[in-house]
């Protein structure tokens, strides 16, 4: 389709006018004399473009000379002209680079903890859905809050100062009354009324007041909580700081209970009242070996499909060598709580309750198995309890370097970052857990992206790449330590983000960095690596099994249980268990 000719400009006043190219050729050989250049062909070529620009992209819409004014300058500081820009703007105009930014112009969200790329129909959008007002106009205010942002100096802004603009906006077009729908209250009350009243389901009020406080305090945690430093450092993506919504509350607690009632009822009712306690200091409370507390109790079957149903921990773990209870309990599963299987030699013997293991790990997978070899692992961590986790953005410390920087000083950057948010949180978490041994996770996501980008190759095909990739844990590994005598904090790096995190760091990255677009839904997580076509299962998990040493509580992956039977899963298990190192495998 043809292009349409533009005929007409609307001014300032709202008179419609015809559209004249050589005016805008004159404005901007003006400019360019002011600029101290002389050049009549520059000002004609640039108001061609200007033309051209607005017949492939207005569609007949008659554009407002406002809009011309700035596209002018937009088009004056892309084709390198910026002297000239400043005096077409006149003395408030920005410098080169600054006005129309593609990649680096970024907007920090007040209800989502992640930047995301300026696009000035968000505004026009919001407008007409949550202030009722009609389009042209919502496009004439966006228009107007665009032109007042871009001229500033910072590159980033966040929502909440375009909520203001657009406020100011609003009063001086007389739309007063449409203020009070702009408002926020932890979060913006078009957001709210959707939760109030959904369109399709019922209202679930649990979930309104879970989200607004969770927003809210999690809007607190970035602004008053964590340095500034700290905060930006989330928000780009350079770390994730775990759990901003309750930063109040320890990451991580193993339940550690000597069951004293005579029956399997009574030892329900204890666990509850500890979890239930614990619920309220703790974000992830785990029971290892739940079984374990029911043996030898009268009414223990009965009494398995509440313990992993209603009992409310996020992880449960079963001792295999238990067969019979054990087996109660996984036949009984629910979707509440994350299994964690503890494999001895014995759970192979008798095979029962491993068989009912892996059945259940093929049908839901996001299963633990935790290997036992001589010495019992204590839970999923190596410690009892964690105060607090934070996630290394590996494959942004790669981006980030190809700007001229060192990878591994760009890596620096991000453990101070994650140190200083420990540090920051220490004090809340004295206040309800008053012991001060906690230990304070690191974690790592887009390890396996970051080599690929380094080398060209996967770490699970290319020896090479896999010995980059164990130089960059290596590194991280005796980094952490260094940092945790610095700070006077007990800091280790553990395996422990999860796909919404590296997800959203992916997410970020991908906002930030052309290279990071189009990759896969999230990064990998800890030392766990991508498969490659045709590598078995078992091949796959020995290769991340190199990682464990450094990472004793690690979880290699497999992806492969959509192509497996349960007694295929056995039959990988035990050859885990006899001939690699794998202390923990993850079943996605």
């Avoid at 309800?432 to 690191?442: K, N, S």
């Avoid at 590194?475 to 945790?484: C, H, I, N, T």
């Avoid at 189009?518 to 800890?526: C, Q």
């Avoid at 190199?546 to 039977?565: G, V």
Wanted: glycine share 8%; hydrophobic share 40%; charged share 30%.
């Amino acid at each position: 389709m043809n292009p349409r000719r533009i005929e007409k400009i609307r001014k300032r006043d709202g008179q419609v006018e015809p559209y004249d190219e050589a005016k805008i050729a004159e404005s901007i050989l003006q400019a360019a004399r002011g600029a101290g250049r002389e050049d009549r062909s520059l000002a004609a070529d640039l108001a061609g473009v200007v033309t051209m620009y607005l017949e492939r992209t207005r569609n007949g819409h008659v554009p407002t000379s406002a809009e011309i004014r700035r596209l002018v300058e937009k088009i004056l500081i892309d084709t390198g002209h910026a002297e000239i820009a400043r005096v077409f703007g006149g003395d408030a105009a920005p410098a080169a680079g600054e006005l129309f930014p593609t990649e680096l112009f970024l907007v920090d969200g007040a209800t989502r903890d992640e930047v995301s790329a300026w696009a000035r129909e968000r505004i026009t959008a919001a407008l007409v859905k949550e202030a009722s007002i009609e389009e042209p106009v919502a496009r004439e205010i966006a228009g107007a809050v665009e032109q007042c942002i871009f001229r500033q100096s910072e590159r980033r802004v966040s929502t909440t100062l375009i909520r203001e603009l657009v406020n100011q906006e609003l009063l001086a077009r007389g739309y007063g009354t449409k203020l009070r729908k702009q408002l926020v209250v932890g979060l913006p009350k078009y957001d709210l009324e959707r939760l109030i009243r959904p369109e399709d389901a019922a209202p679930d009020p649990e979930r309104l007041c879970r989200t607004i406080g969770e927003t809210t305090l999690k809007q607190y945690a970035l602004q008053e909580i964590y340095p500034r430093q700290v905060a930006a450092a989330h928000l780009e993506g350079r770390i994730h700081i775990h759990d901003l919504e309750c930063p109040q509350k320890l990451f991580w607690h193993t339940v550690r209970l000597e069951a004293t009632a005579p029956t399997s009822r009574g030892v329900t009712a204890e666990l509850s009242a500890r979890v239930r306690d614990l619920r309220r200091a703790v974000r992830h409370c785990e029971i290892p070996r739940v079984n374990a507390l029911y043996a030898g109790r009268p009414g223990d079957v009965d009494e398995a499909p509440f313990v992993v149903g209603e009992l409310g921990p996020s992880w449960v773990g079963v001792d295999l060598g238990d067969g019979r209870l054990a087996c109660e309990l996984i036949r009984s599963w629910k979707e509440s709580a994350t299994p964690e299987f503890f494999v001895q030699d014995a759970a192979f013997h008798d095979g029962t309750a491993l068989r009912e293991a892996c059945r259940l790990a093929i049908e839901r997978g996001r299963t633990l198995f935790l290997f036992e070899r001589g010495t019992a692992n204590r839970s999923r961590f190596d410690a009892e309890t964690l105060g607090g986790a934070v996630t290394l953005n590996v494959a942004q410390a790669f981006y980030r370097s190809e700007g001229g920087t060192d990878f591994y000083a760009e890596l620096d950057q991000a453990l101070d970052a994650a140190a200083r948010a420990h540090a920051a949180k220490r004090p809340l978490v004295r206040k309800v857990a008053p012991a001060d041994d906690h230990l304070y996770a690191i974690g790592m996501a887009g390890l396996d992206e970051a080599v690929r980008l380094m080398t060209g190759r996967a770490p699970a095909e290319d020896d090479g790449a896999l010995r980059v990739a164990l130089r960059i844990v290596s590194y991280l590994f005796f980094r952490v330590k260094e940092e945790s005598g610095r700070h006077g904090l007990r800091m280790a790096l553990h395996d422990v983000a999860g796909g919404e995190v590296a997800g959203r760091l992916m997410r970020v990255d991908g906002q930030m960095f052309a290279r990071a677009r189009g990759l896969a839904a999230e990064y990998s997580v800890g030392g766990r690596l991508w498969g490659a076509a045709g590598m078995s299962p078992l091949d796959h998990v020995a290769i991340q099994a190199r990682f464990h040493t450094l990472l004793p509580c690690a979880a290699a992956m497999t992806s492969a249980r959509r192509s497996l039977s349960p007694e295929d899963m056995l039959t990988l298990l035990r050859r885990v268990h006899a001939e690699t190192s794998a202390a923990q495998l993850w079943v996605a």
